[in-house]
């Protein structure tokens, strides 16, 4: 950048100086927070186009904010996807298992059983709803905050433990940082510490599977903070131009750590209207609302299966803890945000809807909590067997070398022969694993 | 039983905190998620909470008390009756301390102290050599290019298998930037020939998702100087994929195009970047010299389960070599071949350096001295034992790289030649590569810059001490 050079105009012209503009939260910690700017839609107000429709169609959608359950806790509306109430019940289930998981998991970390964890408390309906909307095979590139699908599909809560105790049960034979989990058999894929880099991956899995004539579709989650990566605009340049069965779901919780969404665009307009400048589908929902988010995500999942095109979902919540364990929101953001937040929480709505259709009850709700943390613990001390962080439990010592390639090569065999050789000059009488 | 609470961190990195304040007195029964203490680090203060029910025995770690190192025990808690049984099956086992001290054991492999059996652990275990596959007697050669080569490659491989398709920039229509992709599309329709939009990150990352949804993509780069901002892709997701999903998934992608200086392309479209993939694990890398290398290697890396990164050369697409024709020429990745026979010095090449080397062989022969020249054809992994094995006839080599000299597929090769070849060197192994400098355009400058057969020569005589 130069500077101005000596004979350009100088300052104090009567030009107006140019000023720079930063974005900045409303609210710091300590302040009082009001949420009233925030426009709060009227359930079951919102049009729902056909699923084949124009993409185009979708545009009012994407300023809008779709949303089912009512404070009457009924369901409203065209977009009622009209679940059964054991379906329902399930879907509270799995809320309550993620919670207890999270929980304990998290004093877990705190107890040095992990380095590392990450809570999605207040965001279960993104990724439970969404996955319980899609078929179990569909092929799913999440993010780093939706366990909810892999309990969802029913994988075991012990593995996951495995992985992220990184003992010598975890089936990725600890390679990977916690809670980056990878089932091939969940049809859910390795997911990566570098942000957004699971959108054109997906594009691309999608791409594929239509070239191979294939009936399952791709879905991706992402966090509105990443948007602003250029994976996310390639992606979306892909979904758009080969009409790709995706689904692009923008998970906006309002917090990338401590950046605020107004450092990736939100102040100018939503995350779900990216996708009118591609000619996507988009469609913004209350991430918070179990029933609208399972409704949208089985719209774009019947829009994709029928070659009608990619969709991209916003969901509009709220990021009810910090970011991982290594981080303390109270040093940026107030902590009555969470309190505040208007579109409640997941759990609580979804628990009231059944109640109120006589699906449900206190006690019902209260003994599934204690099922659910019981069966966590449980699971925790399975896994416990298999070693914790640091216990010494590990793979064997050969496995480093293995997956690398897909056969060992010479050079890695050499490496291998070498470092085995050391450890048994080292230690003749052997060493534990 | 009794559970030891220990220092916790907050953060990985995390070595130390302040014990804060106890919130809770020696006796007092907890409950999961009770807060037992706080804890203060320079970054935040968090609540350490209890995982299981139990009682607080004896605290040791006073409140106030600053420094106190992560793991360090801070207080004892007895688990309730009801899960005594439980823990004490299930706690894991402490390591074994004598063991694991030892394993951090400070100066251990700098070989102080060492016992004399200890020296066989820098001996090198001798490689599993893989040759090429005969050539049956009376096979047709047939004059080809390498242009050509790698289309037929492709071809012949899109035909055998219809997971294979190339996707790109202009590798359809126009039939490739440098006309690579030359009769694909008429041949294999636009679904197998994928015009793309122009974003290398966004057709990497396509790429690489479709490699892991079972399909084997050749994604071209219109050059590898463009593939810079696709990196990410290539070396965070395709060369990871395998391993971070502890062998579930694979990512069986060809990433090719042209490599290292053209002509009068300047700084930003001439680099080569041999020396950057090959120090990756979990990539293939593959520069071939001529058409008979890259149509078997072409073809090999297009069935390899692993990424394959393969390099091509601009300045070479147009050169023809005899190439044998056979119905199916694949040849061994990771092994290097001699083409030139010799017996005084050893010069190490790949990709358009082989051909610099080959003419500066000739000019040596014309001064008396017999240059051999190894064409590595592979640069991961990489043929050392081909390498050790000239130098061992040569006693002489010298390592000729159209590449920057720091960092290099060179160092790599010196650093071999030090480390396990050592006692066969009668000079030290010299690099001969390009001006440490962002490529000059203007012709004088970038002739001078680029590797030449001269500063080949001149090196040869070098390590032969007749200069």
Request: glycine content about 8%.
């Amino acid at each position: 950048m130069a500077d101005r050079p000596a004979n350009g105009t100088a300052q104090g012209s009567n030009k107006p100086a140019l000023s720079l503009h930063v974005p900045e939260p409303k609210y710091r910690p300590g302040d009082e927070v009001d949420f009233s700017h925030i426009a709060i839609t009227k359930p079951g107000a919102q049009p729902r186009p056909d699923e084949a429709c124009e993409a185009s169609e979708t545009a009012p959608l994407t300023l809008d904010l779709i949303r089912v359950l009512g404070d009457d806790n009924q369901a409203h509306g065209p977009w009622d996807p009209k679940l059964d109430a054991d379906t329902l019940r399930q879907m509270l289930h799995h809320f309550a298992m993620v919670r207890a998981f999270d929980a304990r998991m998290y004093r877990g970390q705190r107890q040095g059983k992990t380095s590392f964890y990450m809570k999605c408390t207040g965001e279960e309906a993104t990724s439970i709803s969404a996955a319980m909307a899609l078929a179990s095979d569909d092929m799913v590139f999440p993010s780093y905050r939706q366990q909810g699908i892999l309990i969802a599909r029913g994988y075991p809560l012990v593995e996951m433990i495995n992985q992220i105790y990184s003992n010598r049960g975890d089936k990725l034979k600890g390679r990977q940082l916690p809670i980056m989990y990878s089932s091939r058999e969940n049809s859910f894929f390795s997911i990566s510490g570098n942000l957004a880099t699971q959108t054109p991956q997906a594009v691309g899995w999608a791409m594929a599977s239509a070239i191979k004539g294939d009936t399952r579709i791709a879905a991706t989650w992402v966090g509105e903070g990443s948007t602003a990566e250029g994976d996310f605009h390639s992606a979306c340049t892909f979904a758009a131009v080969y009409n790709a069965p995706v689904i692009i779901n923008v998970v906006n919780n309002q917090w990338a750590i401590s950046s605020f969404s107004g450092f990736a665009g939100a102040e100018r307009t939503t995350f779900a209207a990216r996708a009118l400048g591609y000619g996507i589908a988009g469609l913004r929902v209350d991430g918070n609302d179990p029933l609208a988010v399972y409704a949208a995500e089985r719209w774009a999942a019947n829009r994709a299966r029928s070659n009608s095109g990619p969709t991209l979902i916003e969901h509009f919540t709220y990021r009810a803890e910090g970011h991982s364990t290594s981080d303390d929101p109270g040093a940026y953001r107030s902590a009555h945000e969470g309190e505040e937040w208007p579109l409640g929480d997941p759990v609580n709505r979804l628990k009231k809807h059944l109640i109120e259709l006589g699906e449900w009850d206190e006690d019902r709700h209260a003994a599934m909590d204690i099922a659910c943390a019981e069966e966590v613990k449980a699971a925790t001390k399975e896994a416990e067997k298999n070693g914790i962080l640091g216990h010494g439990l590990h793979h064997p010592f050969h496995t480093m070398f293995e997956d690398v390639f897909e056969t060992l090569p010479w050079h890695l065999e050499e490496q291998a022969a070498q470092a085995i050789h050391e450890r048994e000059v080292k230690w003749p009488e052997g060493k534990k694993p | 039983m009794a559970v030891e609470l220990k220092m916790p961190a907050l953060s990985p990195t995390m070595e130390e905190g302040t014990l804060a304040k106890w919130l809770v007195k020696e006796g007092d029964h907890v409950g999961p998620g009770d807060i037992l203490a706080e804890i203060e680090t320079d970054k935040a203060t968090m609540e350490f909470e209890a995982i299981d029910e139990g009682t607080v025995g004896k605290i040791l770690v006073e409140e106030g008390t600053e420094n106190v190192a992560v793991g360090t025990v801070i207080a004892m808690l007895s688990g309730d009756d009801d899960d005594d049984d439980d823990d004490a099956e299930t706690a894991a086992p402490a390591p074994s301390p004598t063991v694991s001290d030892k394993d951090d054991e400070a100066g251990e492999g700098k070989g102080a102290g060492r016992e004399p059996s200890e020296a066989e652990i820098t001996k090198p275990v001798k490689a599993k050599a893989q040759r090429d596959p005969e050539v049956p007697r009376g096979t047709n050669m047939a004059t080809v290019s390498v242009r050509e080569a790698l289309r037929d490659a492709m071809a012949e491989e899109m035909r055998r298998d219809e997971r294979v398709f190339v996707m790109g920039e202009e590798v359809a229509e126009y039939q490739g930037a440098y006309k690579v992709t030359q009769g694909l599309l008429a041949e294999f329709g636009p679904k197998r020939v994928i015009d793309t939009p122009i974003t290398e990150y966004g057709f990497a990352g396509i790429g690489t998702g479709a490699a892991m949804g079972g399909l084997r993509p050749i994604v071209e780069f219109m050059t590898f100087n463009f593939a810079m901002q696709a990196i990410d892709h290539i070396i965070n997701s395709a060369a990871k994929t395998n391993y971070m999903s502890g062998g579930q998934m694979r990512c069986p992608v060809v990433f090719r195009g042209p490599n290292g200086a053209a002509s009068r392309v300047g700084a930003q479209h001439s680099q080569n970047y041999g020396p950057w993939y090959a120090s990756v694990p979990g990539l293939i890398v593959i520069a071939p010299y001529d058409s008979s290398d890259a149509k078997g290697l072409m073809k090999a890396a297009i069935r390899c389960e692993d990424p394959v990164v393969f390099l091509e050369n601009e300045l070479v697409y147009g050169r023809s070599f005899e190439l044998p024709e056979l119905d199916d020429h694949v040849l061994p990745i990771g092994k290097a071949r001699i083409v030139r026979e010799g017996s005084d010095v050893t010069i190490v090449s790949y990709s358009i350096g082989v051909g610099m080397a080959l003419e500066a062989a000739e000019k040596l022969a014309e001064e008396g001295i017999d240059a051999e020249v190894l064409d590595l054809r592979t640069l991961r992994p990489l043929d050392k034992q081909a390498v050790l094995d000239s130098l061992a006839k040569t006693n002489r080599v010298i390592v000729a790289e159209e590449g920057w000299p720091t960092c290099s597929i060179a160092s790599e090769i010196i650093s071999i030649c030090m480390e396990d070849g050592f006692d066969h060197l009668d000079a030290p192994v010299l690099r001969v590569c390009n001006v440490d400098v962002p490529l000059p355009y203007a012709a004088n400058l970038e002739k001078i810059a680029l590797l030449n057969s001269g500063a080949i020569v001149e090196a040869a005589k070098k390590v032969c001490y007749q200069d």
